[in-house]
């Protein structure tokens, strides 16, 4: 099976400006988890999907924001880009999202510089 | 509140050796999971090992061995005969029930900081 993608690999952006990242998951899984990764803060959990619902929401503003779509793919967006918002971002995929010992398989990441 | 903590932010080891990363976390839940992924360079993180809060045995896979202690809630990593290849960074991460306190917790794994581990040839 193929396994997580994402892209794209590499985005440079300017305060102000928005962006939309994309993750497909592994074929049959159908819950998507975004994650924030910062030196500072480290690894932070963004929000999951679960067929086309947002079902569990981290502590981020609301310029983040996600979806997902029929194929159970996923999109996350920032509006209005901060400094701050650099960062590794990472999309998590698992069949149901919601067993206890299901694991979580990650995309290589999108990493966002904001200038 | 769960947490996860990493307290070695780096490690050294020399290659054919044997190394341990320390991991305790904190819940007051009676299940729950614990993960550990290698996370190189690249960014990628990869899954390499589970223990469940009701295995009795501690979780091997292959030169990835759990050195779990319950009653300590420390879930320690044990990577035999390491490889050059080893070389970047280990976080531990937690999982509880999803469905605790009638809340969605679903989809949701909470990381400590992680450890960095190099390899020396």
């Known amino acids: 099976k193929a396994g997580v993608t994402q892209t794209p690999r590499y985005l440079i952006k300017t305060r102000g400006q928005q962006v939309t990242l994309s993750c497909s998951p592994i074929?049959?899984?159908?819950?998507v988890s975004w994650y924030q990764q910062t030196p500072g803060q480290g690894l932070q959990f963004l929000f999951e999907?679960?067929?086309?619902?947002?079902?569990n929401k981290g502590n981020f503003p609301g310029r983040f924001s996600g979806r997902q779509f029929s194929n159970s793919r996923s999109e996350m967006n920032v509006s209005t880009l901060e400094l701050g918002d650099s960062a590794l971002y990472l999309c998590?995929?698992?069949?149901?999202?919601?067993?206890?010992?299901?694991?979580?398989?990650f995309g290589p990441g999108t990493r966002l510089l904001v200038l | 509140a769960q947490k996860i903590t990493q307290t070695q932010p780096g490690m050294f080891v020399q290659e054919k050796e044997a190394v341990t990363l320390d991991c305790t976390y904190d819940?007051?839940?009676?299940?729950?999971?614990l993960f550990w992924y290698k996370q190189p360079s690249s960014g990628e993180m990869i899954f390499l090992i589970y223990?469940?809060?009701?295995?009795?045995q501690n979780a091997t896979e292959g030169r990835y061995s759990l050195n779990f202690q319950k009653a300590r809630k420390s879930a320690n990593l044990v990577i035999s005969a390491s490889q050059l290849g080893d070389s970047a960074m280990y976080f531990c991460?937690?999982?509880?029930?999803?469905?605790?306190?009638?809340?969605?917790?679903?989809?949701?794994?909470?990381f400590g900081q992680g450890t960095t581990l190099q390899v020396k040839p």
């Open positions: 998590a995929s698992s069949q149901t999202g919601d067993g206890l010992q299901e694991t979580q398989y």
């Open positions: 074929s049959g899984h159908r819950s």
């Open positions: 999907y679960f067929s086309e619902t947002q079902r």
């Open positions: 819940t007051s839940d009676q299940s729950y999971g």
């Open positions: 223990q469940g809060s009701y295995d009795e």
């Open positions: 991460a937690m999982r509880d029930n999803p469905g605790r306190h009638g809340s969605s917790n679903t989809g949701k794994l909470i």
